[in-house]
């Protein structure tokens, strides 16, 4: 067990970048392409019965259709991380001096296990689910606290143990 006096020590992550994006997970909309894929059987029904208007217009229908799922299908950026703070998608920069109460707070509702993330921003409770986003919640979590680390040490690079600094030798 560690001595609560003692002062905790940050190791920096090398791997992680200076700034990172969090994204969308893409959304399921499969009703959309289902609407899509109908609309272009029946443009081909009322185009083969000479309907020439109403093929039409189910082209028209189908394409919008397939359209708007595309343009859903894609991951969104909604959060990016940097040493100097954390910015929402649609929101101004914060700095990491201004975020409090950071934390990743479970919830169990009705055997449904959730995970949000929750900070305290200008006297505004922010709260994110973290099912929307592409990332896992200890990959979250593991990022926020080098973030935070940076921010508040500097970014340190700690060499392994096995690797010694050369000796000069006075011979």
């Given at each position: 067990?560690?001595?609560p006096n003692e002062l905790s020590v940050f190791e920096d992550d090398p791997d992680i970048p200076e700034l990172t994006t969090i994204f969308t997970?893409?959304?399921?909309?499969?009703?959309?392409?289902?609407g899509a894929l109908g609309a272009l059987l029946y443009m081909v029904y009322f185009l083969n019965q000479a309907e020439l208007?109403?093929?039409?217009?189910?082209?028209?229908?189908?394409?919008?259709l397939?359209?708007?799922?595309?343009?859903?299908?894609?991951p969104q950026p909604k959060i990016i991380l940097s040493q100097e703070g954390?910015?929402?998608?649609?929101?101004?920069?914060?700095?990491?001096?201004?975020?409090?109460?950071?934390?990743?707070?479970?919830?169990?509702?009705?055997?449904v296990y959730t995970e949000n993330?929750?900070?305290?921003?200008n006297g505004r409770i922010q709260e994110i689910p973290i099912s929307q986003l592409d990332i896992s919640s200890w990959r979250l979590e593991h990022l926020l606290e080098i973030y935070q680390g940076r921010f508040r040490y500097g970014s340190?690079?700690?060499?392994?143990?096995?690797e010694e600094k050369p000796q000069l030798s006075l011979e």
């Open positions: 067990m560690t001595d997970k893409a959304q399921d909309r499969y009703m959309l392409l289902v208007w109403s093929g039409l217009c189910m082209l028209t229908l189908s394409s919008y397939g359209w708007i799922y595309v343009k859903h299908n894609k954390i910015q929402l998608l649609g929101q101004p920069f914060v700095s990491w001096a201004l975020v409090h109460g950071l934390h990743i707070k479970p919830e169990v509702k009705k055997n993330l929750i900070f305290v921003n340190v690079t700690i060499l392994p143990d096995d």
